[in-house]
């Protein structure tokens, strides 16, 4: 009996170890802001924007998650309530050597990762670079292709709102540039929101969330479009990553693209279409949670 007790002591002391927020240094010196919540199978939250933070998702599906999986919420490097690197590297191997630091900071064997938007990049990064890490991906309205997002639906859906036609065949200017002109626009018109919500206060109510956090640190967005390797096509290499795999797009999301899961080949894949755009933590919740059930159900998570 005394030795059951022991043995359930220690759980409790190794589980204490890992719940609550704590900060992780990285190899090269970046503090890493990371909260564990929750119980069940090990989810990495792999934010988007670049640099949007994880404060939003857990406030806003941070209760449902946290009832299905132990959810480690992550601030990326440059982000939130993250540090910045001293050497302003924000290459996509470091990025994701910071995911396998905290994974064996944590002392996770193995974790299903989420990703939402960017965070789709950041997946297939780490998926690539330390497959044995990831049992599972979970990847909502995510694009792994920025040339195909920015191409094919949100350089094209911009002038359309704004009243005017694009193409990107020919086109000399910087896909950067031209979103950047194109954003402007619509920005100037009180349109942004028709790229990927039903309402006009859905991504406000994201930037009202973010701004609860004192002193939020944006350096990764100003860097991470200096690194080429981030619009790369990931989609060839789907074919080759046999984890369980759900991927939850929008039907009026274009800001990735409503077809963007074309192309698309994970073996074990659950291709789930849901009506909205880009924020169904917002405007789809109930259908999200419907997705991920089945998900974790289909996968035994």
Known sequence: MKKIILILACLAISFG???????????????????VAGSGT???YLHGGPGSGSYWFER????????????IYLDQRGVGRSGSPANEDYSLERMTLD????RKALGYENWITLG???????QMGYAQRYPEAIK???MLNCTIDLNGSACESWIPKAAEIVGESYTCEGDTVPLTQRMNEFGGKLREQGLFWKMGSRESETFGKLDEISAEIPDFNYDLGNYVWNYPEYWNNFKPLTAKMSMPVLYFYGKNDFMVGPKHFNGID?????????????????????DLE???????????F
Do not use: C
């Open 99 to 102: 995911f396998e630091e905290v």
């Open 42 to 44: 090990p989810l990495l």
């Open 266 to 286: 994970f073996p074990n894949l659950m291709l789930w279409e849901n009506n909205g755009g880009h924020i169904p933590f917002i405007e789809d919740k109930a």
């Open 116 to 122: 939402h938007s960017f965070g789709g990049i950041l």
């Open 17 to 35: 170890v890992k719940a609550g927020e704590k900060k992780i240094t990285t190899t090269d010196g970046v503090e890493l802001y990371v909260k």
């Open 136 to 138: 599972g991906m979970i």
């Open 290 to 300: 419907k997705a991920i059930l089945a998900y974790a159900e289909r996968s035994q």
């Open 60 to 71: 806003l599906t941070g209760e449902f998650m946290e009832q299905h999986f132990t959810v």
